[in-house]
C-alpha cells in the first residue's frame, strides 16, 4: 500500500487537515510548517489522490493539446514545447491526435472529453472559418494555427504572410530570381490557412521585387511530407523547368526537395537555394544544413499555455478574445550559402541568424 495523507501528517506531526492544506497550496500555512510537509511528502514518496483533489477543487491539474499529426515534425515538437510550459505552471498535459479530421476536431470542442481536462489548446485542421461559432464554449479554450480568426476565443498563431515575405526577400538578396514555391494545396489563397498565407507571401514579395510570377514555378502537394517535396522537384526538372530556388512551404517538404535535388544532379546552394519553414531540430542536421523560418513555437507554446491557464482561473465576466502572434525570424544555414553549423559537441563561437 502506498503512503496515505495520514501517514504524511503523523510524520510532519500536523493534523490532516495541514497537510491538505499544503497539497493544495492554501496560501495561509506558516512557511516552517509547509517545508515538515514537503519533506514528509518527499520522504515517504506520498502522492496525491489527483481524483479526489479534482472533486473538491473542480480542477484536475490536467489541460489538454488537440493536434493533427504527431508524425510531422513540427506538432511533435510542438507538444514537447507545450508540456514543458506547463510543468512551470505545475500541470500535465494530455495530447490528442484529430488527423485533421472535422468530425474528431469538432468532438474534441463538444466538451465530452471535459472532466478529463481543465481546458484545451486546440489546433485545428478540418474546421474551418464557419465552424468559428462552434468555438463559443462554456470551458477554457485557446486556439492555435491559422485556421480560424476573429473568433470567440484566445488566439496565438504565427506571422505566415510577413515571414514568407522575409523569405523571399532574403533569396532575392543572395541573387535568385527564379523562385519555386513548393506545398500550395490549392487555388484560393484568401483561405486563412498556413499554406495560403505563405503563398500569399511568397507572391506580395515578388511582385514588390518587380519580378512576374510564374505559375508553373507553383508547385502543389497533397500532403505536406518529404515525398511531396522530392516529388515536386523531379516533376519541374522533367518539365524543363528553370528555377534557382525553392521556398518549401514546411521543413518536411524542405527535406524532401533537398533529396530530388540530389537525385536530379543539382547542387545546394551552388545551383538551387533552399530555404524551409518550422525550424524543426532535424533542420540543422541535414545535409547540406538547411536554411529556415523559426515562427516562434517556444514563444507560442508559453503564450497559449498563459493564457489558458488564465482562463482556466478567471472569475466573473469573461475578459474579451486575445490574439497574439508570435516573433519569428529567418535561421541562416548552408542551403542558402550560410557556413556550416557548428557540431553541438566542438567548441565554436555561435551560429548568426540574420535578421528579418
Avoid: C
Avoid at 51 to 79: D, H, M, Q
Avoid at 318 to 344: Q, W
Amino acid at each position: 500500500m502506498g503512503a496515505t495523507m495520514h501517514d504524511v501528517a503523523l510524520i510532519a506531526g500536523v493534523s490532516v487537515k495541514t497537510v491538505s492544506n499544503v497539497i493544495n497550496d492554501y496560501p495561509h500555512v506558516r512557511p516552517v510548517t509547509r517545508n515538515r510537509v514537503l519533506a514528509a511528502i518527499a520522504e515517504l514518496g506520498y502522492r496525491p489522490n489527483l481524483t479526489a483533489r479534482g472533486l473538491r477543487s473542480g480542477k484536475t491539474g490536467i489541460i489538454g493539446l488537440a493536434v493533427p499529426e504527431l508524425r510531422e515534425n513540427y506538432f511533435a515538437e510542438l507538444a514537447d514545447s507545450v508540456i514543458r510550459a506547463a510543468e512551470k505552471h505545475g500541470l500535465g498535459v494530455l495530447v490528442e491526435q484529430t488527423n485533421g479530421d472535422r468530425d474528431t476536431e469538432r468532438l474534441v470542442i463538444s466538451g465530452a472529453r471535459m472532466h478529463f481536462t481543465d481546458g484545451i489548446l486546440f489546433s485545428p485542421v478540418g474546421m474551418g472559418q464557419a465552424d468559428a461559432p462552434l468555438l463559443d464554449v462554456p470551458f477554457p479554450l485557446v486556439l492555435l494555427g491559422e485556421r480560424i480568426f476573429n473568433g470567440p476565443t484566445d488566439h496565438v498563431t504565427m506571422h505566415n504572410v510577413s515571414s514568407a515575405v522575409a523569405t523571399v526577400e532574403h533569396l532575392l538578396s543572395i541573387g535568385r530570381r527564379r523562385i519555386a514555391l513548393v506545398g500550395a494545396e490549392g487555388d484560393d489563397d484568401s483561405d486563412a490557412s498556413s499554406w495560403s498565407l505563405r503563398t500569399r507571401g511568397y507572391r506580395r514579395a515578388l511582385d514588390q521585387a518587380g519580378i512576374p510570377g510564374n505559375e508553373r514555378l507553383v508547385r502543389r502537394t497533397s500532403h505536406w511530407n518529404r515525398a511531396g517535396g522530392a516529388a515536386a522537384i523531379h516533376e519541374m526538372v522533367a518539365e524543363g523547368q528553370e528555377f534557382d530556388a525553392v521556398f518549401a512551404l514546411n521543413d518536411a517538404l524542405a527535406l524532401g526537395v533537398l533529396r530530388g535535388l540530389q537525385e536530379v544532379g543539382l547542387r545546394v546552394p551552388e545551383d538551387v537555394a533552399v530555404v524551409g519553414f518550422d525550424n524543426v531540430d532535424e533542420s540543422q542536421y541535414a545535409v547540406p544544413s538547411l536554411t529556415t523560418v523559426d515562427p516562434g513555437r517556444e514563444e507560442i507554446a508559453a503564450t497559449a499555455v498563459e493564457l489558458l491557464v488564465e482562463r482556466i482561473n478567471e472569475k466573473g465576466v469573461k475578459a474579451p478574445p486575445r490574439t497574439v502572434k508570435a516573433d519569428f525570424h529567418i535561421v541562416s544555414r548552408e542551403s542558402t550559402g550560410a557556413g556550416p553549423v557548428p557540431s553541438p559537441l566542438v567548441a565554436a563561437t555561435p551560429r548568426v541568424e540574420l535578421p528579418t
